[in-house]
């Protein structure tokens, strides 16, 4: 009789174990898909901002096409670069960064471009276009920490006895971080001659 007893409040116990870690998994596992939600909302609007910023570059009759074509075709890219949070994995995540921080290159050059036209920086729509992307780079940036400080969450319960049980029986896997730009560790040179 005891040894039933003992037997029946081992597996309790154990089932209790791996309800409550697959419960922990499943809300950090949504945790991540609602900040890569944001992540991929931010860089949305960058998407969005940039045909408004392109059309009123475009106003300026003598304006390098080659730097607008390049801002064209990286955002094309990008766009079309999606991932599933679910399935997510460290050379999707290479990927998409890859696309987008073209996009983000792109559109330095384009305003590094604007420096050589007076009339255009003065221009009010380029200005607020200017200032509209800069704080959508800020939430871009915000966006990508709070994603990986969620991933950082579920790797640990991912990895962590005895939710680590519970994560090999159903299936759940590390996810990938956002990483530096590589070359990034180096801090530009700056000339004032």
């Known amino acids: 009789m005891k040894k039933w007893l003992i037997l029946i409040i081992v597996a309790v116990i154990s089932g209790i174990t791996l309800m409550n870690s697959y419960n922990g998994l499943v809300?950090?596992?949504?945790?991540?898909?609602?900040?890569?939600?944001?992540?991929?909302?931010?860089?949305?609007?960058?998407?969005?901002?940039?045909?408004?910023?392109?059309?009123?570059?475009?106003?300026?009759?003598?304006?390098?096409?080659?730097?607008?074509?390049?801002?064209?075709?990286?955002?094309?890219?990008?766009?079309?670069?999606?991932?599933?949070?679910?399935n997510m994995g460290e050379e999707q995540l290479a990927k998409f960064q890859q696309d987008q921080n073209a996009v983000g290159s792109a559109l330095s050059r384009l305003l590094v471009t604007v420096e050589k036209y007076p009339e255009l920086k003065a221009h009010e729509g380029f200005m607020n276009l200017q200032a509209q992307l800069e704080g959508t780079e800020n939430?871009?940036?915000?966006?990508?920490?709070?994603?990986?400080?969620?991933?950082?969450?579920?790797?640990?319960?991912?990895?962590?006895?005895?939710?680590?049980?519970?994560?090999?029986?159903?299936?759940?896997?590390?996810?990938?971080?956002?990483?530096?730009?590589?070359?990034?560790?180096?801090?530009?040179?700056?000339?004032f001659n």
């Open 27 to 86: 809300k950090a596992e949504e945790e991540i898909d609602s900040v890569w939600a944001n992540v991929e909302s931010s860089y949305q609007r960058r998407a969005d901002l940039i045909p408004n910023l392109v059309n009123t570059v475009k106003g300026q009759a003598n304006f390098e096409t080659e730097t607008l074509t390049n801002v064209i075709e990286a955002r094309a890219k990008a766009t079309q670069t999606k991932i599933d949070p679910a």
């Open 139 to 191: 939430r871009i940036n915000v966006a990508r920490n709070k994603f990986n400080e969620a991933a950082k969450i579920y790797n640990q319960k991912v990895r962590q006895f005895p939710t680590k049980l519970a994560a090999m029986i159903f299936g759940f896997k590390d996810k990938p971080y956002f990483k530096a730009v590589e070359g990034s560790q180096n801090a530009p040179t700056v000339n």
